[in-house]
């Protein structure tokens, strides 16, 4: 995947906050530092104040003052310098004491990362990046559906639901580029945004940061501890991120909105929309998954009208944290099917995603063809609007294209002959559009 430009970057760092200089200013408490940088030291053998920043991603002023600390406790005790040099990094290990401490801090949370942030904090970020501020005009619209043949006055209508902020239907009959529209407005609302990598909710570690989901700007991180001394430095447990898109399909159940506990570690995974904050959800096919859209669409109301969400830990305690998120539907099924007025209310916008025109069809045809290194032809393109679409009665729909141009390759290969659209190997390509039922 290419690395995004620096554009990206800069809406990121604009509000990404300063790093903490304090152990107050963590929102963390000492006694939680000192056992992160314990379970560190004994899971993943850091040695140095440098080598254990750059884990837990806090300043080495502060990690300095807590390795004193443990240092005074003796669960550290130093092992000398890295070299023969005044100016040489102090090396330390764990004491027996102290491998016993790690170990049981171990057994209560398994965790040795980047230093989460507190739930305020997580809030306060989100706030500042927020989807609702995020504003695109046409142009960066159009650029990000360059590569899509869209019917006169879509974008018109897309344009204002994405700077809206809230909830979009896209629906209407299948084939027709409603999953490739999603995805095109998720390449549009990108741009850099501070991910955490974990918040700790009443002394419980949610992980939020995803390496499947989230894309880090530049992907590979080149920061240094000594980047945590500048300035106005910033927060380092944040991953700046381009906006995260965030698909689901069938799989999609209401228990996927709420943490994930792992027994192993002891710790929390984020829900897929807490992982999509500040970005874009998908939900792909609405309709098809195992519980009803109505289902879904309830547990979603809150979130979607009041912008946050409410998710409960294992003691039972529950906290709120922002839905902030432009939430793109698509399905094939008319949505008054799908869910009732209730429901279809709190969708703001409901875009219905037209077959295309015979025109807009010969338009896609040909950029598959080129798109497939293959030569089309006006004998071709009439053979199939002529001749295949009056024999079976079909109406023009975007995914045609695919289908011929990729079953008509897949022809001239087997029978060893060069690739070029021949009516017979097209009209076998069209009989698979379809299958004939038993009397």
Request: charged residues 25%.
């Amino acid at each position: 995947m290419s690395q995004p430009a620096a554009p990206l970057a800069q809406d990121g760092l604009d509000s990404a906050p300063p790093a903490p200089q304090t152990v107050d200013e963590t929102g963390m408490t000492r006694e939680f530092l000192l056992e992160l940088i314990l379970k560190v030291m004994y899971r993943r053998g850091a040695e140095t104040v440098s080598a254990v920043c750059g884990v837990i991603r806090i300043s080495p002023g502060i990690v300095s003052d807590l390795f004193e600390m443990l240092r005074e406790e003796r669960l550290i005790q130093t092992l000398g310098s890295l070299r023969a040099d005044v100016r040489a990094e102090m090396r330390y290990e764990l004491t027996d004491m102290g491998r016993l401490r790690a170990m049981e801090a171990a057994g209560r949370m398994d965790y040795a990362g980047p230093c989460p942030v507190t739930l305020e904090q997580f809030r306060g970020v989100v706030a500042a990046q927020s989807v609702k501020d995020h504003r695109i005009g046409r142009d960066k619209l159009e650029a990000a559906f360059a590569k899509l043949v869209t019917p006169e006055g879509v974008l018109d209508r897309l344009g204002p639901a994405v700077n809206s902020g809230r909830s979009i239907l896209l629906y209407g009959p299948p084939g027709n580029g409603k999953s490739s529209y999603a995805h095109a407005l998720s390449v549009a609302m990108e741009g850099g945004i501070n991910v955490p990598y974990s918040i700790l909710v009443d002394g419980e570690l949610i992980s939020v940061f995803d390496p499947a989901l989230h894309r880090m700007i530049p992907e590979e991180d080149p920061w240094t501890p000594r980047d945590l001394l500048e300035s106005g430095a910033p927060d380092l447990r944040y991953a700046l991120c381009v906006r995260p898109a965030v698909v689901t399909g069938a799989e999609l159940t209401t228990d996927m909105l709420d943490l994930r506990f792992n027994a192993t570690s002891r710790t929390y995974q984020a829900p897929v929309h807490m992982k999509a904050v500040n970005g874009v959800l998908i939900v792909d096919d609405l309709g098809r998954q195992k519980q009803t859209p109505q289902a879904l669409i309830n547990r979603l109301i809150v979130p979607m009208e009041e912008g946050v969400d409410y998710l409960s830990l294992q003691s039972g305690m529950s906290f709120q944290i922002p839905f902030d998120t432009l939430m793109i539907l698509s399905t094939n099924i008319p949505p008054a099917q799908l869910m009732d007025a209730a429901g279809l209310r709190r969708i703001y916008y409901k875009i219905m995603i037209e077959r295309p025109s015979q025109a807009d069809f010969i338009e896609i045809f040909r950029r598959v063809c080129k798109a497939r290194k293959l030569e089309t032809s006006p004998e071709a393109e009439r053979y199939i609007t002529d001749v295949l679409y009056p024999q079976s009665g079909l109406d023009f729909a975007a995914y045609h294209a695919v289908y011929v141009v990729d079953q008509s390759i897949a022809s001239c290969d087997f029978h060893g002959v060069p690739r070029v659209l021949r009516p017979d190997f097209m009209s076998d390509a069209w009989s698979n559009l379809s299958v004939i039922e038993d009397a």
